[in-house]
């Protein structure tokens, strides 16, 4: 079967960095994405991630571990438009999403 | 550049009643796909299009789910007739042929069956 696990909800204080994991268990793997999802908005793409490592673009860095079946999205100087859902998503030959991670961000 | 352009954004309906919404996908785009998303969960894909052939609609409900993408580019999903259970968001996406491109998605159609 196919298993993507992130936290349900976090919550983080304007300026500061959250982590947000998701590991995964699924037969085939082609990448990792991560998109970002504000209320009633469509998912937007923040990452990918084929390699073992971490990709950092700005604010958002974004680490993959194939072996360990593990991926994290890093976010660094959170500013309050930073809360929203996070999904993973697992590339097979389709798009596998994980349930998304809530942050809240507080001033 | 134009995005993924979905309509209706919102559609109310009752029970047993057939229901459509309309996807224009990014200009260039070969890969469309519909997906639902439910409240406080990951999107799941309904039906994926290279061009005009469906190649992934295993997770299509076909007794009462229905696509279309004539001629490639624009694409219908029917719902006929709808359930109280198929309240949910559906959103559209494109891409670039390939697993490895990144899709793009629409505002999505915010569906309730009453």
């Known amino acids: 079967g196919q298993n993507i696990d992130q936290p349900t909800e976090m919550t983080a204080t304007e300026g500061a960095i959250v982590q947000i994991n998701c590991t995964y268990q699924t037969s085939g793997f082609n990448g990792l994405f991560w998109y970002q999802q504000h209320a009633g908005e469509a998912p937007t793409f923040l990452s990918y991630n084929v390699l073992d490592g971490l990709e950092e673009k700005g604010r958002f860095s974004s680490f993959l571990s194939r072996s360990k079946g593990y991926s994290y999205l890093l976010l660094k100087e959170l500013q309050m438009k930073d809360s929203a859902s996070y999904l993973c998503?697992?590339?097979?030959?389709?798009?596998?999403f994980g349930t998304g991670t809530r942050l809240q961000v507080f001033p | 550049e134009a995005g993924v352009v979905q309509s209706p954004r919102y559609k109310i309906i009752e029970k047993k009643q057939p229901v459509a919404f309309w996807c224009n996908p990014i200009s260039g785009h070969n890969t469309l796909y519909w997906y639902l998303q439910n409240l406080g969960q990951g999107p799941e894909l309904l039906i994926r299009y290279e061009n005009e052939e469906a190649v992934d609609d295993s997770q299509l409900p076909k007794d009462r789910f229905s696509a279309e993408r004539l001629k490639g580019v624009d694409s219908t999903l029917k719902i006929q007739p709808a359930e109280l259970g198929d309240s949910a968001v559906y959103l559209c996406?494109?891409?670039?042929?390939?697993?490895?491109?990144?899709?793009?998605f629409g505002p999505g159609t915010r569906l309730t069956v009453l």
């Open positions: 996406a494109s891409s670039f042929s390939g697993v490895y491109n990144e899709q793009f």
């Open positions: 998503a697992v590339n097979t030959d389709k798009l596998i």
